[in-house]
């Protein structure tokens, strides 16, 4: 198989390539393999992450953590597709995130 890594992909690419891995996520979801279900979920986030303008993705400022009701996470500073901070409340040990599991706070003001 020729794989190409995702930095290498244009944007219509990553697209096809994030809904056939959500395809492979369903149908593993479908048969109970949680752990390959989670496996694609993830990879699904990555290749995603490179459709997200870095520009956006500003240390310091604040970002709603997608799929979290009320979570929120404060950017320290950006690695590769990763956006290194903390989470608000509770504990502040840095973590992690890639850039695609980040919405703006204040979206339409």
């Known amino acids: 198989m020729n ?11 990553l697209r096809e390539e994030i809904a056939m891995i959500k395809e492979k996520a369903r149908k ?3 048969l109970g393999i949680i752990n390959e279900f ?4 993830r ?4 290749a995603a992450a490179y459709l997200v303008d870095l520009d956006t ?5 604040m970002y709603r953590i997608d799929g979290s009701e009320n979570e929120f996470f404060q950017v320290d500073y950006l690695k590769g597709r990763f956006a290194w901070g903390h989470r608000l409340g509770g504990e502040k040990y840095q973590e992690a995130l890639p850039v695609s599991m980040l919405s703006p706070v ?4």
């Open 57 to 61: 993705i500003i240390p310091g400022e």
């Open 28 to 30: 593993a979801e479908q």
């Open 106 to 109: 204040k979206v339409g003001k």
């Open 3 to 13: 794989e190409k890594n995702y930095a290498a992909m244009s944007e219509h690419e």
């Open 43 to 46: 990879k699904a986030l990555m």
């Open 38 to 41: 989670a496996v694609y979920e």
